[in-house]
């Protein structure tokens, strides 16, 4: 049996005149309200964060934490990222995960570069105070 023949018998179509909607797919609504609830979780503990008045780095850790959780589900759930192949996945997700390591190391970089010429050239009242010493 080839597989044109399985395809037919299984329901599965294969033949090129068939409507696309066939070829969807159809995902539990439950999965959907789950993952808002979720969302509606992470954004109140997002909004606890402000109300319990928390401050600095604390803060903005908690807060990046839950926007990243969010914008995750989001993607992966109702943008359907996690029902996609690996290859689109990786196409999608890996630019711009480098280009934020790029830019993380370049910010590295430049605080380095910063402190250096801090360093090694020193404003003038400086070298002549520890010229006389």
Do not use: C, N
Not at 8 to 13: M, R, Y
Not at 31 to 56: C, E, P, R
Not at 79 to 105: D, F, K, N, Q
């Amino acid at each position: 049996m080839d597989q044109a023949q399985h395809a037919q018998q299984t329901g599965h179509g294969g033949g090129l005149h068939e409507p696309a909607h066939d070829q969807g797919q159809h995902h539990p609504l439950g999965i959907y309200f789950k993952i808002w609830g979720l969302l509606f979780v992470l954004s109140a503990a997002s909004y606890m964060v402000d109300y319990y008045q928390l401050q600095g780095l604390w803060r903005w850790s908690l807060i990046v934490v839950f926007m990243l959780l969010k914008a995750g589900l989001i993607v992966a759930v109702f943008m359907h990222m996690v029902w996609e192949r690996l290859a689109l996945i990786y196409a999608i997700l890996v630019p711009p995960l480098l280009l934020i390591t790029l830019i993380g190391i370049g910010a590295l970089e430049a605080d380095y570069t910063f402190l250096s010429r801090g360093e090694f050239f020193a404003p003038l009242e400086d070298a002549k105070t520890s010229a006389h010493h």
